[in-house]
């Protein structure tokens, strides 16, 4: 790369960006609706005068987390860079992490959105990363959109692809939908739950949930009280079962005293769209009565904003 194509981030710009957690598949919405959570990642990233990487993590997963190049954040920090023809400069990482890691909450999708919301922050005033742009480039990152696309856009959003690549649309929720999550203590593999789905699925199972899929659609944006049946899925959630029994009891449980409980993304955790606070409530006293093991109860709102990227002064918070 010519000297000219150097970076143009000055020495000592600062962004601070907020990601949301996000619940995808919500039942039968399988790879193609997904939810944005009031949990947050949070980061500081600033230029460097000098080529290093100077990381530091707190929260979830902090004893776990790369402090070097292979950092996730990092690495989409650096994707997005490559892709516009920038030098990415020496940068410091500041990382407080919230949203639980392995658990089906978005965690890893809430660090590529926080890569690339960093980077346009970062190169603000020399290249713009639009939102059609950066959502093919979380996609290119993340495999699929259906976690990327809530992070930085909020709200409910349904994610297809088409032949010019990602796409998106996002739904207001009713105001009576109120998310709960139980999490617990163990994770779960996202790759390994892909493993245990068959390549396909009988025609029936397929009618089924484009069925609920659409039902659900109506149910999050109009209509709370249809969130029971319209949360019904044939496709992943009982082959995925056996890997995680005690997340298969509890949704079980939750759905046979009428809550509509689902498993959030790949699992382990659960998520509940429950018709009011009230329900959630409820939903939580269930779950500490047939649980065998802990399960930490998330009351939680939609997320309606998305991923946020502004300048950060030295010294605030």
């Given at each position: ?139 290119e990152l993340e495999g699929h959109p259906d976690n990327v696309a ?85 496709l992943h959630q009982n082959y995925r079962a056996q890997a995680m ?73």
């Amino acid at each position: 790369m010519s000297a000219a194509a150097a970076s143009t981030v000055p020495a000592g710009r600062s962004v601070v960006v907020r990601v949301p957690a996000t619940s995808a598949n919500l039942g039968p919405g399988f790879d193609t609706l997904g939810l944005a959570l009031s949990v947050y990642d949070e980061l500081i990233v600033t230029a460097l005068d000098h080529d290093a990487l100077e990381i530091e993590v707190t929260g979830q997963g902090s004893e776990d987390v790369p402090r070097d190049a292979s950092n996730l954040v990092v690495r989409s920090i650096a994707y997005a860079f490559e892709a516009v023809g920038r030098r990415m400069p020496g940068l410091r990482l500041q990382a407080r992490n919230v949203i639980p890691h392995g658990r089906g909450m978005g965690s890893s999708g809430a660090a590529v959105v926080s890569g690339l919301l960093a980077a346009k922050g970062l190169l603000a005033g020399d290249v713009v990363l639009g939102d059609e742009t950066l959502l093919s480039l979380a996609t290119e990152l993340e495999g699929h959109p259906d976690n990327v696309a809530p992070a930085l856009f909020g709200g409910l959003t349904i994610a297809w692809m088409d032949e010019t690549g990602p796409q998106h649309k996002k739904l207001l929720v009713h105001r009576g939908v109120s998310p709960l999550v139980f999490v617990p203590e163990f994770t779960m593999s996202t790759k390994l739950a892909r493993s245990l789905q068959p390549l396909q699925v009988p025609r029936e199972d397929a009618v089924f949930n484009v069925s609920r899929s659409a039902l659900l659609i109506a149910a999050l944006t109009q209509s709370p009280e249809l969130l029971l049946a319209a949360t019904e899925d044939k496709l992943h959630q009982n082959y995925r079962a056996q890997a995680m029994p005690d997340t298969d009891k509890l949704v079980r449980a939750l759905r046979e005293h009428g809550f509509a409980a689902v498993v959030s993304g790949a699992g382990p955790s659960v998520l509940v769209l429950a018709d009011g606070p009230g329900r959630r409530l409820e939903a939580a006293r269930v779950a500490q009565e047939v649980a065998d093991t802990p399960w930490e109860a998330l009351m939680l709102a939609v997320d309606f904003k998305g991923g946020t990227v502004k300048e950060h002064a030295e010294g605030s918070t």
